[in-house]
């Protein structure tokens, strides 16, 4: 049985969760039916003194299971699934008798959901136990009675930001917020502290089950919850652009929710649960962020042999913003780092760097002051080759240029192990040949990290052509180790991340150059759900660097007797740098101004050098452009053997540059669309836009044998 | 059609409409009981002949719900046979009854209609009684709800006022109000307020001030900067992506007033001005209630007066005197922009900026003040309009007998 039930001779129940054949407990059909059981028990039981819900795994729920949310299509299917669980759950609650939640381990989602519908809640202290309703971060929303108990435990505005962020905590952080009541050392103080509230508490009941009941806080009508209500979609809006039904429909639970009695309120909730559940949005991030990203950690994309290893020491070769991220993170992960720069001091600037990184965990109680100092130690800086002896991996992140990336990576060969690997983190010259200047080619690898390394998920992985399967291997298990997200992609111009990335911006110039009103054309970047609009990301890159790899990309083209290809966005560069002097955010000119006290705005003469099209676009064939120009650039990496799997497509196209997760990256935005319809679409936008929207042959084969990218 | 005339025009005195305000200590619906007493006693009226009370109230929840139409006609003491309704065209409600007692008049079904509005905005305060747009997240998201202010900022924006323009048109706004009020032009509409023993509480418009200057509001702080920087100028900017920013350029001083006050007019057909021995004052020549674009929100006078215009054959150069509701500075300049009016037509006796625009009753003071300007002027047409919440606007259109 998937639930224990047993009595004792104070006639207390205990309910223990232990589905078999699993490692953790989830909600679904395996647990509905014991669980009902379970409860048509208790109901049953003469003399019940009352019942301690608890697990015998290591986590106590962790929520639903995500097969079952994920295959279903049919609405009425999912309300009554819904339907189903909420109304056990409220038999619990309204038992009549004292219902203790024991949270030996993580309760997450219907995990939490379920212990909210007991009277009390005690949770070992851990701090690796996780409290909260992760539901949004798939698309989701909490559809057991999280979206109606939780605001009548703590008030309308206390509630709803944990509703909309998913946030999770640890039982310190839940029981200050009110999610718990009761923190205990040892299991068996648990069950004890279990026990004695039951025997101190005969007959409890929900506050929303006693007449008179009170919002604490104060109901939607309080002039300050009104003014709350009336601002709050405005302030998601500007989070979410209106591209997440999921927190939309979470306000409407909790303000709906808030009108009507508790059971009318639930059922509501079913509602808004069941239309999340069947969102092409639910379905793609949880394509993209639950099956593929943990296809990814199970090592998809890493070779099978040799098995699973563990980087000691790692150098890392120039102490700047990417040398000094990567040693932060690196020695954060445990592993033993040598930050080498020309002088002693410019590593200790490093080091510097990522000592004010580490402060900042410390002030946001994310470390101890003595895990700081451990993580500290572990960094060494230097300016003598010599000291990069016994690493297993040196990280090269010195200036992109050829001859210096040439010169450091002879110079920390002389010092390293034959086994030892060798990476370069460069984000745009070409792997195989840098690895030209290697004595081990085949130890040599692309490890492309983005700024600010801290926080972000991503390392791109370069396969050099020579770079050997044992190599590849032990980067991608370097990457886990560091608790990033790896893919790997095969050496081309721009590899995978830059190149789709470049796509996105290109196009914000190529519409600026048609008369696009550029303020309109930031908006449609950031209505399509992209972090930034495509000027004030190019701004960001700056323009210099692209005229300089446009320079770069022409004289290569000319080497090899070859024009090369011509993007409208290449006047567009030309014109800012060259005619114009405007090369971006770091000289406080490009498209944007940047004065010193406020904030950017669009430089006011923009419009005199890239006049306004007397008929403007609508923003939703904006929208479209700059989102199919990056998805058609996929499918051909993708066709090129520049990326060999779709989830390596889809989380680095999420990761690495912010593609809206809602669509589940470049490749899943085709799935969503059809691939039919795409295909045909963007022949349509070919023939008005250019042969750059062509849709590539290998998608008009997958859509003609109806077959989606998976 | 039958023709509609307006026979009579009376208002209380705006009151500021904070609790230090004259009127704070009036019910509602003592506002209205002396203007009944007024229209009775001035026209010597044979209150069975009234066949129906239509009000306007923006914020018709506690003492001024209810339907407070009928209940003001019982507790006026008219009599029992007049029936009361109240009607919700937010801003416009007043014009709007106005414009419902002429429809009911010139169909024929009725020959003597009283129209107008109440509002204590001290003691019911604004958007207390919610409502979906406001308050429901979904709805208001969906349809990207932002404050008055903010649409009107946006207007602004748009329209590239400066917030310099926008204080010396509410200076000026001061500044004719004044001198309407010293020279008696509110004289004949307005019926003093008093209390149960006869003393006055209020007699004259209270929120004039006559010293204010474009420079003494220079440095009032932007109202709806903070609420446009927590998200709805984005609201805003989800309409009109090619801006890049809302100015936030109106403040108290060029904004209409909060204010408390009522206002009643008496429509009636031809035959019955004569059996009662009524002058017809005015005859209504066209009317029009219009919907617009909802974030924006407050530009529908121009389209409404279009429309109005259109039904009474005329057009805006025929047009000798304009009210244009003053609620936001800038919704005034937008619709005279649009309509290519020129100024000295408009709001000649200064407007909401000055006097106060206490919301259900405005447009049936309005009509009064247009109807009485005209007489003294000796002129011929005059055009009524509001701009309306949620994006809409209703004008009416009078010619003088």
């Known amino acids: 049985m998937a639930i224990r039930y047993e009595i004792d001779e104070r006639q207390i129940v205990t309910l223990t969760l232990d589905m078999e054949g699993r490692s953790a407990n989830v909600l679904g059909r395996e647990l509905m039916e014991p669980f009902s059981k379970a409860i048509a028990d208790l109901e049953a039981e003469q003399a019940l003194a009352g019942v301690i819900l608890t697990s015998a795994k290591k986590d106590f729920l962790a929520g639903a299971d995500i097969d079952q949310i994920f295959a279903m299509t049919e609405a009425a299917q999912v309300m009554e699934m819904a339907e189903a669980f909420k109304s056990l759950a409220r038999r619990l609650e309204t038992l009549g008798k004292p219902v203790v939640a024991a949270l030996n381990g993580s309760a997450l989602g219907g995990g939490l959901e379920l212990a909210l519908a007991c009277h009390h809640r005690i949770v070992l202290s851990n701090p690796r136990i996780k409290i909260g309703l992760p539901e949004v971060k798939l698309g989701l929303l909490p559809g057991g009675g999280g979206t109606q108990r939780l605001p009548r435990m703590l008030g309308l505005k206390e509630a709803l930001p944990l509703l909309l962020e998913g946030r999770e905590m640890n039982p310190e952080a839940a029981l200050q917020r009110g999610l718990v009541d009761e923190i205990a050392e040892t299991p068996e103080a648990m069950m004890a502290a279990a026990r004695a509230w039951i025997e101190a508490n005969r007959h409890p009941a929900k506050p929303w089950d006693v007449k008179g009941f009170r919002w604490p806080g104060g109901d939607s009508k309080k002039p300050d919850n009104a003014q709350m209500w009336a601002i709050a979609p405005a302030m998601l809006y500007q989070k979410s652009r209106g591209n997440y039904p999921a927190a939309k429909n979470i306000l409407s639970c909790v303000y709906e929710g808030s009108w009507v009695d508790f059971d009318t309120a639930c059922r509501i909730e079913s509602r808004y649960f069941t239309h999340c559940v069947v969102s092409p949005q639910a379905k793609n991030m949880i394509t993209a962020l639950w099956y593929q990203l943990n296809g990814i950690k199970k090592g998809g994309s890493r070779p099978s042999e040799p098995a699973r290893q563990q980087v000691r020491k790692v150098g890392v070769l120039g102490a700047g913003m990417m040398g000094a991220g990567i040693a932060d993170v690196a020695a954060r992960a445990g592993i033993d780092v040598v930050l080498k720069d020309v002088t002693k001091s410019q590593a200790e600037k490093g080091k510097d760097v990522a000592r004010a990184q580490l402060e900042k965990r410390v002030r946001r109680n994310k470390m101890t002051a003595e895990e700081r100092e451990a993580v500290l130690a572990r960094i060494l800086t230097t300016d003598h080759a010599a000291d990069l002896q016994g690493c297993d991996l040196v990280i090269e992140a010195v200036f992109e240029d050829r001859e210096l990336k040439a010169k450091v990576t002879a110079e920390a060969e002389a010092r390293i192990d034959e086994q030892a690997i060798f990476a370069s983190n460069t984000s745009t010259l070409p792997i195989t040949g840098l690895a030209k200047a290697s004595k081990r080619p085949g130890n040599f690898i692309g490890l492309h990290f983005f700024s600010p390394v801290s926080a972000m998920p991503l390392v791109e992985i370069i396969k050099g052509e020579e770079t050997s399967q044992e190599t590849l291997a032990k980067a991608f298990d370097f990457v886990l180790q560091i608790r990033k997200t790896p893919i790997v992609v095969n050496d081309s111009r721009g590899f995978y991340t830059s190149r789709v990335f470049s796509t996105y911006v290109q196009e914000g110039m190529a519409l600026l150059r048609e008369g696009q009103h550029p303020a309109a054309l930031e908006a449609a970047g950031l209505d399509a759900g992209m972090p930034v609009g495509p000027l004030a990301l190019t701004d960001e890159v700056s323009l210099s660097l692209i005229h300089h790899i446009l320079e770069q990309t022409r004289r290569d083209f000319e080497a090899e007797g070859r024009e090369a290809p011509e993007h409208p966005a290449d006047a567009v560069v030309y014109t800012m740098v060259d005619r114009l002097d405007r090369v971006g955010k770091k000289a406080g000119a490009g498209f944007y101004d940047y004065p010193e006290n406020g904030a950017k705005h669009l430089w006011p003469e923009l419009r005199k050098h890239f006049p306004q099209a007397e008929q403007q676009l609508p923003q939703a064939e904006v929208i479209e452009r700059l989102m199919f120009i990056q998805a058609i650039e996929t499918v051909r990496c993708m066709e090129e053997g520049v990326l060999n799997s779709v989830a390596d497509a889809n989380l680095g196209s999420i990761f690495g540059w912010g593609f809206p997760p809602f669509k589940g990256g470049t490749l899943q935005f085709i799935n969503d669309y059809g691939l039919s319809e795409f295909a045909a679409r963007a022949e349509a936008l070919a023939a008005r836009w250019g042969d750059r929207f062509l849709p590539p042959a290998s998608l008009k084969e997958k859509a003609s044998a109806g077959a989606t990218f998976a | ?401």
């Open chain 2, 1 to 401: 059609m039958t023709e509609a005339y307006i026979y009579d025009a009376v208002r209380t005195p705006r009151g500021k409409g904070k609790k230090d305000g004259s009127l704070h200590e009036v019910k509602p619906i003592d506002l209205l009981t002396p203007l009944f007493g007024a229209l009775r006693e001035r026209n010597n009226l044979d209150t069975a002949k009234v066949e129906d009370v239509v009000l306007g109230c923006v914020t018709p929840i506690g003492e001024q719900g209810g339907n407070i139409a009928r209940i003001a006609v019982l507790y006026a003491g008219w009599d029992q046979a007049v029936p009361g309704q109240t009607l919700n065209r937010f801003c416009a409600s007043g014009l709007e009854a106005v414009n419902l007692a002429a429809a009911k008049v010139g169909s024929g079904q009725e020959d003597l209609v009283v129209a107008g509005g109440v509002e204590s905005m001290s003691r019911i305060k604004m958007s207390s009684d919610g409502g979906a747009w406001f308050l429901d997240p979904r709805i208001n998201g969906d349809t990207a709800f932002i404050p008055q202010g903010v649409s009107a900022d946006l207007i602004a924006t748009l329209e590239g006022f400066p917030r310099a323009e926008l204080d010396a048109f509410a200076a000026r706004s001061h500044r004719k109000a004044a001198h309407a009020r010293d020279n008696g032009h509110f004289d004949n509409s307005l019926i003093p307020v008093r209390d149960l023993n006869g003393l006055p509480i209020l007699e004259v418009d209270e929120t004039i001030r006559p010293e204010t200057t474009p420079e003494s509001i220079a440095k009032l702080k932007p109202s709806f900067q903070m609420p446009g920087e927590m998200g709805f100028d984005l609201h805003a900017r989800r309409k009109y992506p090619q801006l890049e920013r809302i100015e936030h350029v109106h403040h108290a001083g060029n904004s209409s007033g909060i204010v408390d006050g009522a206002a009643l007019t008496l429509i009636g057909n031809g035959r019955i001005g004569e059996e009662l021995g009524l002058r017809p004052r005015a005859r209504i020549r066209g009317y029009a209630a219009v919907g617009d674009e909802p974030t924006i929100m407050l530009t529908g006078p121009a389209p409404a007066s279009r429309k109005a215009l259109g039904k009474a054959g005329l057009t805006a150069g025929d047009i000798d005197l304009w009210e244009i509701n003053e609620a936001f500075a800038a919704v005034v300049l937008k619709a005279q922009r649009e309509l290519g009016i020129d100024e000295d037509r408009i709001n000649v006796n200064g407007g909401a900026i000055a006097l106060g625009h206490p919301l259900g009753a405005t447009g049936a003071m309005l009509l009064g003040t247009a109807v009485d300007e005209l007489e003294r002027r000796d002129k011929q047409f005059a055009l009524v309009t509001l701009c309306v919440g949620a994006g809409m606007g209703v004008a009416t259109v009078i010619e003088r007998i």
